[in-house]
């Protein structure tokens, strides 16, 4: 064994209190061979395991510091303003989040050689031909699109060695904020109605199997964009359907709309979905499927 392969990689996973980042930390600590910071806005972390520090992504002083004092290998960026109708009114919130805090990302982690790794979203299309690969032409519809898309453009001309993640419709385990499958059975639980669109298409990603690609992005060192979904393309409709088979809960309660009827400020991709051919083939990623996923969220969440 060469000694560098005793020193325990560092890894700076910013968004640590969102349900990507808190879950991407449970999961990493577990591994044990990496050293974590996790950094987010609040003044305390929803975990207690792993070192936190509360701090501004878009401070740019401040978060250089954070990162040169760490002296991470890998930053993990899952901090975002991910609030995709608020980003149409609250323009320069989301641009300075989304694209400029990249920005300072990419600075620090130019400066000490740090392997970033960077999540994207499938709104940089729109929605027209999906599912989508690697190769397609991007085009967004909202202002929340055009951001990831920017962040995206920053990493490709910043010199920084870089992965670039497309995911889409998150779902699993975190306590940051209740998912959509834990919205659904706590309605459906609740005797109440759900509306669901028919006519929004993709593949829903199980944070988990997100998380499974970013720790092979670590270890085989793979740069470039990956897009990263599960298994199944489905509607929403047909995604929430799923998921009161599994509770065995009252579809009735589930009432069918169009995208068009929720009257929201940014339009959403309706034909999307990402291929994830290149992922599985170079890295072995092997998602779960729905049923999978829903099996796992059931037993840890007790649900
Ligand atoms: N959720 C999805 O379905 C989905 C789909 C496709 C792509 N993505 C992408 O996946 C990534 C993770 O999404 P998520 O659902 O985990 O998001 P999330 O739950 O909204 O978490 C985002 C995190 O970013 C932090 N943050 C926001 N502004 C910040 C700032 N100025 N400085 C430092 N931290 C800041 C937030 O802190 P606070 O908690 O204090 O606000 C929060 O902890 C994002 O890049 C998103 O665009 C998500």
């Known amino acids: 064994m060469f000694p560098e392969d005793l020193i325990k990689k560092r890894i700076l996973i910013t968004g640590a209190n969102g349900m990507l980042g808190q879950r991407t930390i449970f999961n990493l600590a577990l591994a044990k061979n990496y050293e974590l910071l996790g950094v987010s806005l609040e003044d305390e972390a929803v975990f207690s395991n792993v070192d936190y520090k509360c701090v501004d992504l878009t401070n740019r002083d401040d978060f250089k510091q954070v990162v040169y004092n760490f002296c991470p290998d890998f930053i993990i960026n899952t901090a975002a303003f991910t609030n995709v109708d608020l980003s149409e009114t609250e323009r320069e919130t989301a641009w300075k989040v989304n694209v400029k805090g990249v920005e300072y990302v990419a600075e620090a982690a130019r400066v000490i050689d740090a392997h970033v790794i960077h999540i994207s979203t499938d709104y940089v299309f729109d929605g027209k031909r999906g599912p989508y690969s690697e190769k397609s032409r991007t085009n967004p519809l909202g202002y929340y699109g055009r951001t990831k898309l920017a962040s995206e453009n920053v990493l490709n001309t910043s010199g920084v060695f870089n992965t670039i993640i497309r995911t889409n419709v998150l779902f699993g385990i975190a306590d ?8 659904v059975v706590s309605s459906l639980r609740a005797g109440k109605e759900i509306r669901i669109v028919t006519d929004q298409i993709n593949n829903p990603t199980f944070i988990d199997d997100l998380v499974q690609a970013i720790s092979k992005i670590i270890e085989f ?25 599994y509770f065995q809960l009252d579809k009735s309660l589930i009432k069918k709309i169009v995208t068009e009827d929720l009257n929201q400020p940014a339009k959403r991709p309706l034909k999307s979905g990402l291929l994830t051919i290149k992922a599985e083939s170079e890295f072995g ?15 840890e969440l007790s649900l």
């Open 176 to 183: 940051s904020r209740p998912d959509f499958v834990r919205w």
């Open 221 to 245: 060192k793979k740069y470039g964009l990956y897009n990263i979904g599960g298994r199944e393309f489905l509607s929403r409709y047909d995604f929430t359907i799923k998921i009161a088979d």
């Open 285 to 299: 990623f092997k998602p779960h499927s729905i049923e999978e996923s829903l099996a796992i969220m059931k037993k």
